[in-house]
């Protein structure tokens, strides 16, 4: 290979770096992405992250330190390998959950995504205008090959959303996550480039 060669390969590994230092605003019919405002978006986030569904859905513990979840939402509009967005209503103007880019995986140019609405946000169409905001968003201002998510068994609202922007089966982890006694399977999912341009055609 030639040094020019080589120049070019280089150039083209660095031009495929995700980058998101800077936080847009996103704003839809009903919600609006937007960066964290944490003195203003705590509370609402805590009421989020104490709710029973959604420690259910999401698979986490009831019980968290308070400083240590503060000072991680003080450091979102910081990180540039990743993009955390609140969602807020529009009419209310009071946030309702977040939506997340994350874990980049250079091996097929992919990153995951997951979203959490809270008690405030669930049964009006929130979540499905928050994914197709952010799906659009990267895959516009990125060159990602595709977006990859995980779903669990019992929340197959949840997966019709996805599969509405979508999103299509890739595989099954099983038994991912023990909740009152049984073993719940996890459901990967992706939507690729291709795919996702093909529904804007």
């Given at each position: 290979?030639t040094s ?5 390969t280089?150039?083209?590994?660095l031009?495929r770096?995700i980058?998101f230092?800077n936080k ?6 009903k919600v609006?992405?937007?960066p ?5 978006d705590?509370?609402?986030l805590e009421?989020?992250l104490r709710d029973p569904e959604?420690?259910?859905?999401t698979g986490?513990?009831?019980?968290f330190?308070r400083?240590?979840?503060?000072q991680w939402y003080?450091n979102r509009?910081?990180?540039?390998d990743?993009?955390d ?8 103007n009071?946030l309702?959950?977040?939506?997340v880019v ?6 097929d140019?992919?990153?995951n995504?997951r ?10 169409g ?13 895959f516009t201002h ?5 977006l990859t998510?995980s779903?669990f068994a019992f929340n197959p609202?949840?997966r ?5 922007i979508g999103?299509v089966?890739?595989s099954v ?6 909740f ?16 996702w341009?093909?529904?804007?055609e």
């Amino acid at each position: 290979m030639t040094s020019g060669m080589m120049k070019r390969t280089k150039l083209m590994e660095l031009n495929r770096v995700i980058d998101f230092s800077n936080k847009p605003t996103i704003t839809g019919e009903k919600v609006i992405l937007r960066p964290f405002y944490v003195e203003k978006d705590f509370p609402y986030l805590e009421e989020c992250l104490r709710d029973p569904e959604v420690l259910k859905l999401t698979g986490s513990e009831s019980g968290f330190d308070r400083e240590e979840v503060l000072q991680w939402y003080q450091n979102r509009n910081d990180q540039s390998d990743r993009l955390d967005l609140a969602i807020v209503d529009k009419e209310e103007n009071i946030l309702v959950g977040e939506v997340v880019v994350n874990l980049y995986v250079e091996a097929d140019h992919s990153m995951n995504f997951r979203i959490l609405i809270g008690p405030r946000g669930r049964n009006r169409g929130f979540g499905t205008e928050a994914t197709r905001l952010m799906v659009d968003y990267v895959f516009t201002h990125t060159d990602l090959s595709q977006l990859t998510l995980s779903v669990f068994a019992f929340n197959p609202r949840a997966r019709k959303v996805y599969e509405k922007i979508g999103f299509v089966f890739a595989s099954v982890d099983k038994g991912d996550l023990q909740f009152e006694g049984e073993w719940i399977d996890s459901i990967n999912m992706t939507l690729s480039r291709e795919d996702w341009e093909k529904q804007r055609e």
